[in-house]
């Protein structure tokens, strides 16, 4: 074999165990210390936010940032149905009801005609997710969250990085949430934010997510509050990360045009598109097959290889907790499932490894069309 090849895998080096020795070294290895506040700020700094609230995962993000704008039993979020389960979960968890769009053939991402057809008087929100980093019509779902009254919590999780016409994902909505699972653009081992420009708002989930804990009366927790804080550890680990976001972004960008340049007159290959105005980070770049083969044999083909190649996510109302939500054909979504595959993107693999990979997809698509 040639060498190992890596999907996602995190890029952690000499900067961050300087960072988590010094973080260890103070005996700060729980939520108290300083790594927490620096890594919120310069998060924020970074997006050019207001605050930024530093969360145990993406999901703890997107479950506080529904309960902190009141959305609870009976009311409707609407979300696209090619997603991770992530997305969705937290709406059962506040006891909503999500209500699945079909996505955008080209960007994979929800589509706003969709969303307009999907509002009833039940609507509270609109979860856009930026799919695999690329950046969602946010022109379009601004305005039409604006005409109905409705918030927008953006699913961030997968784009740090990404920008829509100069502003970054996360940004547009009341709320953005980011991840900073193992797999992401940067990583914390696990961890998560949420971040917005309402500083009463972001406070006062600043408060929840330390058991709504008093910050002068001890002992008093005047509301029902959630143990969401990131560790110190957590954040050493993601304020080195931060510190290194350019270069990775560098070299995903690099990635990005290798693949492209690579595969573009290969026949039978597309990519997920993405919207006039959008930068994508290329969280993971993805291929869709245009003719009539078989996925799994692309994916089993390229393992065999030693190159790890992962299914895009399958259409939520697939899946047995989400069945009884499906209404309506999600051509789009179904279809993407089919015939896409993500590729190898992590910014621990060199570039004669991207082109490596780019050499076998043709080779394959070749022996197998
Ligand atoms: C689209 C999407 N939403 C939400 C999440 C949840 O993030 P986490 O794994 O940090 O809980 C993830 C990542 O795992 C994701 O990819």
Not at 142 to 163: C, F, P, Q, W
Not at 203 to 220: W, Y
Not at 341 to 365: A, G, M, Q
């Amino acid at each position: 074999m040639y060498k190992k090849i890596h999907l996602d895998t995190p890029n952690i080096g000499a900067l961050e165990k300087r960072y988590l020795n010094n973080a260890v070294d103070a005996g700060f290895v729980s939520t108290v210390g300083p790594f927490v506040t620096e890594f919120e700020e310069s998060f924020a700094k970074y997006l050019g936010v207001k605050k930024s609230v530093s969360t145990q995962s993406g999901t703890a993000a997107m479950h506080i940032a529904l309960h902190e704008l009141g959305i609870s039993q009976g009311d409707e979020v609407i979300v696209p149905v090619l997603t991770f389960v992530a997305t969705v979960n937290p709406i059962i968890y506040v006891g909503a009801k999500p209500i699945f769009v079909d996505v955008d053939r080209r960007t994979w991402n929800i589509e706003p005609r969709e969303i307009e057809k999907s509002i009833t008087e039940k609507t509270k929100a609109i979860i856009p997710v930026h799919l695999y980093g690329n950046p969602c019509d946010m022109n379009e779902i601004m305005r039409i969250a604006r005409k109905h009254n409705l918030y927008v919590i953006e699913d961030a999780t997968e784009s740090l990085g990404a920008k829509y016409h100069d502003k970054h994902t996360g940004t547009f909505g009341d709320l953005g949430c980011f991840s900073f699972n193992g797999n992401k653009v940067i990583t914390t081992g696990g961890g998560g934010m949420v971040v917005g420009d309402n500083k009463a708002r972001l406070g006062h989930i600043k408060f929840l997510v330390n058991q709504a804990k008093h910050a002068l009366k001890e002992g008093h927790h005047p509301e029902i509050g959630f143990n969401y804080r990131m560790t110190n550890i957590e954040a050493a680990l993601g304020l080195a990360q931060m510190n290194r976001l350019s270069d990775f972004l560098r070299r995903k960008k690099r990635f990005r045009s290798i693949y492209r340049e690579e595969l573009k007159n290969v026949e039978g290959i597309g990519f997920q598109e993405e919207y006039e105005g959008a930068e994508s980070p290329w969280w993971l770049n993805c291929i869709y097959l245009k003719k009539a083969i078989d996925i799994n044999i692309v994916q089993t083909g390229l393992k065999e290889l030693g190159i790890p190649a992962r299914r895009v996510f399958m259409p939520l109302i697939e899946l047995p907790p989400y069945k009884r939500y499906g209404k309506g054909d999600f051509y789009n979504a179904r279809n993407i499932y089919e015939k896409s595959l993500c590729l190898p993107s992590s910014t621990v693999n060199s570039e004669e490894d991207i082109k490596f990979v780019c050499r076998h997809i043709k080779k394959l698509l070749k022996s197998e069309l």
